[in-house]
C-alpha cells in the first residue's frame, strides 16, 4: 500500500523515475480499489432496487478523474527509468502493435546507473520502500563509513571547531537541504547535534517534523534519539540522509 500512497504524494512529478515495483503495486492496487468501488455500487444497487446508480457512477467517474494524472505521472517516470522520453506514451496509439510494445516497456527493467531524469531508484533501495541498503553508493563514497565508534570520536575531537548542530529540510536555510519532490520532508524536518564530553562525542538526532523520521526502522517522532555511524536514518517515507553529507558537514 505504500507505494500506491508514494504515487499519490508524487502524483506531479513527471521529471524523475520509477522502478517497476513502484508502478506495478500502484497499478494493482488502483486496479482493486476500482473494483471494491464497481462492487460496493452494485451491492447497493442490489439492495435498493435499481436505485442510487446515477450516486453510484459520480462516484466512480470522481475516482477516476483523481487518479488521471499520478497515474500519469508514474507511468512516465517508469519509461524515464529504462531511458526513454515520456513521449513514448503515445506508442500505444498504434493499432494492435502499440499497447503491446508499451507493456513491454513498461515491464523492462531500470536502465543501470544514473541517466537524466536521475539516480537508478532500485540502487537506493534494498527491497521495500523505506528499506534503503545503507552501504548503498553513495555512503561509500565517503572512506569513513564504516569506521569504528572510535575513530569516529577521534575525527569529531579533531573537528570541535566547525559546528555542532545540523539542521535538515527543505527550507534553504538548513545545513542539509532536501529536494522540493520529497513533501513529506518538513522544511525544518530534524537537527543533528554533537556534544563533546572529556574527549569523547555523541550525535543526538532530533525530530521536529510533521511527518516523523525514522532510526534504523523505529520511529522518532518530536523525539531525540543518540545516534552512531552507519545507522540508518529516513526522513518522512522515502529520504534517506546520507552519511557523507552528514560528516562533511561536522
Not at 87 to 101: E, N, Q, T, Y
Amino acid at each position: 500500500m505504500n507505494w500506491y500512497l508514494k504515487v499519490w504524494r508524487h502524483g506531479f512529478d513527471f521529471n524523475s523515475r520509477a522502478r517497476r515495483k513502484e508502478y506495478w503495486m500502484f497499478a494493482l492496487f488502483n486496479y482493486l480499489i476500482l473494483f471494491a468501488i464497481v462492487f460496493v455500487i452494485g451491492f447497493m444497487i442490489g439492495l435498493s432496487g435499481g436505485s442510487g446508480s446515477e450516486f453510484g457512477g459520480l462516484v466512480l467517474g470522481l475516482y477516476q478523474i483523481a487518479v488521471l494524472i499520478p497515474a500519469l505521472a508514474v507511468s512516465i517516470r517508469r519509461l524515464h527509468d529504462i531511458g526513454k522520453s515520456g513521449w513514448w506514451m503515445f506508442i500505444s496509439l498504434i493499432p494492435f502493435a502499440g499497447p503491446v510494445w508499451l507493456l513491454v516497456l513498461l515491464c523492462t527493467d531500470s536502465q543501470p546507473g544514473t541517466n537524466q531524469w536521475g539516480a537508478n531508484p532500485k540502487e537506493e533501495y534494498s527491497g521495500d520502500i523505506g528499506s534503503r541498503n545503507p552501504y548503498s553508493r553513495e555512503t561509500n563514497r565517503y572512506n569513513g563509513a564504516n569506521a569504528s565508534e572510535e575513530r569516529a570520536t577521534e575525527r569529531f575531537g579533531r573537528s570541535a571547531n566547525r559546528p555542532r548542530v545540523i539542521t535538515i529540510g527543505r527550507s534553504r536555510s538548513c545545513d542539509i537541504v532536501v529536494d522540493a519532490k520529497y513533501g513529506d520532508v518538513s522544511r525544518n524536518h530534524a537537527t543533528i547535534s554533537v556534544e563533546y564530553d572529556r574527549g569523547s562525542a555523541r550525535m543526538v538526532f532530533k525530530d521536529e517534523s510533521s511527518f516523523g523520521s525514522y532510526i534504523n526502522g523505529q520511529k522518532a517522532h518530536h523525539s531525540e534519539k543518540q545516534i552512531r555511524e552507519n545507522d540508518q536514518i529516513r526522513l518522512g517515507d522515502d529520504y534517506f540522509l546520507s552519511w557523507h553529507d552528514i560528516n562533511s558537514r561536522i
